[in-house]
């Protein structure tokens, strides 16, 4: 397939470590947040959201960190896997309102 | 698990030809949206539809382009008269809620030669 976001930043970890990617997001009055994992190839796939009331959401080996103050997303996976390799969008609206507009993207790459 | 379909998956076309890239949403879903992206560059907005008529739109999506919903399934993206730089991936996109639970297709990778 394509291969997705040639000139995108990349980060490399060994297989079972912890992953951090981060977003720095535009627009101080969007409220929803969510993250979105794109294989070589294929459409973004949903990996989880948050709304602006809230600073953390878990899901499975995932965490969402928010900061309103600085702007900030952060997308933590729990031990790594292979198959976690991919470029990592962050996407942000105004609830309800706007389209979602997506970040640029991060690339990971797992190293077994 | 319903999915949003996307055909054809690649389609070369000759700069100044016309495409029409199809979509079919997911069958509840009340919301659809096309983005694009250009090689190694983030996803872009382009439109959105509802109720029959462009919802909002980017000012990437001018006079070449156009949508349509043909029929009560698909959901289609129209570009006049290509030019090279609209070679991207376009991907297609439906939700039930506006501005939330998005579902996006495989996309149509397009290349203008």
């Known amino acids: 397939g394509e291969s997705v976001g040639l000139h995108l930043p990349t980060l490399s970890v060994q297989e079972g470590d912890n992953s951090i990617i981060n977003c720095a997001y535009s627009?101080?009055?969007?409220?929803?947040f969510i993250w979105y994992k794109q294989e070589s190839g294929k459409g973004p796939q949903f990996i989880i959201d948050?709304?602006?009331?809230?600073d953390k959401r878990q899901g499975q080996r995932v965490t969402v960190l928010l900061n309103k103050t600085v702007k900030h997303l952060s997308l933590q996976i729990a031990a790594t896997q292979p198959g976690d390799s991919a470029v990592y969008f962050c996407a942000e609206n105004k609830a309800g309102n706007t389209p979602l507009v997506f970040g640029k993207g991060t690339r990971l790459s797992v190293i077994a | 698990e319903p999915e949003v379909t996307q055909t054809p998956s690649h389609q070369v076309t000759q700069m100044g030809q016309e495409v029409i890239l199809r979509c079919v949403p997911i069958s509840n879903h009340l919301y659809f949206y096309w983005y694009r992206q250009i090689l190694g560059q983030k996803v872009e907005f382009l439109v959105s539809?509802?109720?029959?008529?462009?919802?909002?739109k980017s000012e990437i999506f001018d006079d070449q382009f156009s949508v349509e919903r043909p029929d009560g399934s698909n959901f289609t993206l129209k570009i006049r008269s290509t030019k090279l730089e609209d070679s991207a991936m376009y991907f297609c996109a439906s939700s039930e809620r506006q501005g939330y639970g998005y579902t996006f297709g495989s996309g149509t990778r397009l290349t203008v030669v």
């Open positions: 627009n101080s009055a969007s409220d929803y």
């Open positions: 539809f509802y109720n029959n008529e462009i919802s909002e």
């Open positions: 948050i709304r602006s009331n809230m």
